[in-house]
């Protein structure tokens, strides 16, 4: 039971970087959102990357929070395997 519920967590922690990763590739090609895949993945990731980016100090053009969380995802998923 312990084995399965590690492998979900991290394959829980895994999707939501992959998610986060995509949110920084989106930013460079449709940073609006107009498609429905980048609606989904903007929506899915705002949750997380919104708190972050409060606690941050403001970088102007500069969004640090993505690189934030994606380091906390894998600080999470390293312990958890």
Do not use: H, K, Y
């Not at 980048?38 to 990357?49: H, V, Y």
């Not at 409060?54 to 969004?63: A, H």
């Amino acid at each position: 039971m312990e084995l399965f519920l590690r492998t979900f967590v991290g394959l829980i922690l895994v999707l939501l970087w992959l998610l986060v990763l995509g949110r920084v590739v989106l930013s460079w090609v449709d940073p609006s959102g107009r498609s429905t895949v980048s609606s989904f993945i903007i929506q899915t990731t705002e949750p997380i990357l919104a708190p972050v980016r409060r606690m941050l100090p403001s970088n102007g053009m500069l969004d640090l929070s993505t690189l934030v969380v994606l380091i906390v995802l894998s600080v999470l998923w390293r312990a958890v395997l």
